[in-house]
């Protein structure tokens, strides 16, 4: 079993940067599969960004260059720094973790770029 806290959401000017942090429970998070996904209002969950148990990053187009994708394997913890943050940034960011096939959620912070 995994248990997923996040951090680190808030409200922030357009073209302000915020810090998501998820931390989780466990021994077998060096193994495991991250990805940040975020939820709009009114719109379906869509993937952010992953970075694989090997430190491999991928990122969603909208959000390249802008976000970076990071993980602790000793701290157990999944970080997105998210620059230059844009109005349609705003949305409720979920921190995910996949491990020995099971998938496992964060409750989900809320992020509002809003002037």
């Known amino acids: 079993q995994v248990q997923l806290v996040e951090s680190g959401g808030g409200l922030v000017q357009p073209g302000g940067s915020l810090r998501l942090s998820c931390a989780a429970s466990?021994?077998?998070?060096?193994?495991?599969?991250t990805a940040w996904y975020r939820q709009a209002p009114g719109k379906q969950r869509e993937w952010v960004a992953q970075i694989t148990s090997s430190g491999v990053p991928n990122y969603l187009s909208s959000v390249k260059g802008r976000f970076t994708i990071s993980r602790d394997n000793v701290k157990n913890t999944v970080n997105l720094q998210m620059n230059s943050l844009k109005p349609e940034d705003t949305a409720v960011y979920y921190c995910?973790?996949?491990?020995?096939?099971?998938?496992?959620w964060g409750q989900g912070t809320q992020v509002t770029v809003s002037s």
């Open positions: 995910n973790v996949v491990v020995l096939g099971k998938d496992y």
């Open positions: 466990g021994s077998l998070f060096s193994r495991a599969y």
